[in-house]
């Protein structure tokens, strides 16, 4: 059993055919309204438009909720937990000797709901652009080109840093190496974290002088050509209006 990593899928889709540039910027205020959101009802309506969004993009479902699926068994624990924890002296329901209370479970609600919402805004944000063309909008967008060199240097090297750890995963069980709770395996897996390390060290130094040797200055550049339409500044309106409207609906309730 080998360990490697999945690339992002790219759906055609509407979504996917607009400018980089101003899906970026307005999913990036969307998102920046959804984290300010306190009340359930909003929170629950913007679950709903992340969810229109989801299906605009075309993403696959069983893509879509297999990764949502890992944060929602992360938001389970404030599920459980936090209507037992959190207490406004309100309405409560008494199991035993324990006291639920509605004020905890509402916040461990919005919490949750909230979380979903704003991953699955990544979501559609990353798979409906290419990540170069991603990287390009962010710099169009006034990020520093070095946080986007950074970003793009890292996502890129998982990858190989994956490959890596599959090469030495394999070479471990052809020599007969089984995960145990054992001393021994304890310290051929920080072998291995040790020889990882310094592969990834080794490597980054060949790709930081290959990347002098090719003329590398530090400048962000892509081919990248992205020009804005009418459909681009409908779709800003449209998301950044509905996420404007869901913060009003949050202060009046």
């Known amino acids: 059993m080998t360990l490697t990593l999945d690339s992002l899928p790219q759906p055609d889709s509407c979504l996917s055919r607009l400018d980089p540039r101003w899906k970026l910027a307005g999913l990036t205020l969307a998102t920046l309204c959804v984290a ?135 070479a471990l069980r052809v020599r007969g190496f089984r995960s145990r709770t054992s001393p021994q395996s304890y310290r051929t897996v920080g072998h291995v974290a040790g020889i990882l390390l310094v592969r990834g060290y080794e490597r980054a130094e060949r790709v930081g002088h290959a990347m002098r040797c090719r003329g590398f200055d530090g400048r962000f550049r892509s081919l990248t050509e992205s020009r804005t339409t009418t459909a681009d500044c409908l779709f800003f309106l449209v998301l950044v209006g509905g996420a404007a409207a869901l913060l009003v609906i949050d202060f009046l309730r």
Request: aromatic share 8%.
């Open 36 to 170: 300010l959101l306190q009340s359930l009802t909003a929170t629950l309506l913007a679950m709903v438009g992340a969810l229109v969004l989801v299906a605009l993009a075309g993403l696959p479902r069983r893509w879509y909720v297999s990764r949502l699926g890992g944060i929602a068994l992360f938001f389970l624990a404030f599920v459980v937990l936090l209507p037992f924890l959190l207490d406004d002296g309100g309405p409560s329901l008494q199991l035993g000797a324990l006291r639920m209370s509605w004020y905890g479970l509402r916040v461990a609600l919005v919490l949750s709901v909230k979380g979903l919402a704003l991953v699955t805004l990544m979501l559609v944000g990353l798979t409906t652009s290419p990540l170069s063309a991603t990287f390009k909008a962010a710099h169009s967008l006034h990020v520093p080109g070095l946080l986007v060199q950074l970003a793009m240097l890292s996502y890129r090297y998982l990858f190989v840093l994956g490959a890596e750890l599959s090469r030495l995963r394999t």
